[in-house]
Nanobody, 125 residues
């Protein structure tokens, strides 16, 4: 059974940092890509970042470029999202997801097959 478990969310002041973790199990980690998505209240889900476990290639949404960094630890089957210089508009539930590739269409990260339950990030002004 594929399982993705997020952790690391919380409350932080604007300008602060958080590191999210996504622990994966139930599939061959090296064969998959792991993405981070977020959904703020009343807004559509947004693809934030993605990393291919096979070659380390990455994707970032324009809204987080230069502030967020995705990385993976294949030995631990875990993907991290380091979030720096956080803004109130980064407030959302953050989900990790898995699929065979980080599929981008018109610069936007497409939905993935497997999903975690999410972790809440709240950035206060």
């Amino acid at each position: 059974e594929v399982q993705l478990v997020e952790s690391g969310g919380g409350l932080v002041q604007a300008g602060g940092s958080l590191r999210l973790s996504c622990a994966a199990s139930g599939f061959t980690f090296d064969d998959y890509a792991i993405g981070w998505f977020r959904q703020a209240p009343g807004k559509e889900r947004e693809g934030v970042s993605c990393i291919s476990s096979s070659d380390g290639s990455t994707y970032y949404a324009d809204s987080v470029k230069g502030r967020f960094t995705i990385s993976n630890d294949n030995a631990k089957n875990t993907v991290y999202l380091q979030m720096n210089s956080l803004k109130p508009e980064d407030t959302a539930v953050y989900y990790c997801a898995a699929d065979v590739v980080c599929l981008q269409v018109a610069g936007t990260l497409e939905s993935m097959d497997y999903w975690g339950k999410g972790t809440l990030v709240t950035v206060s002004s």
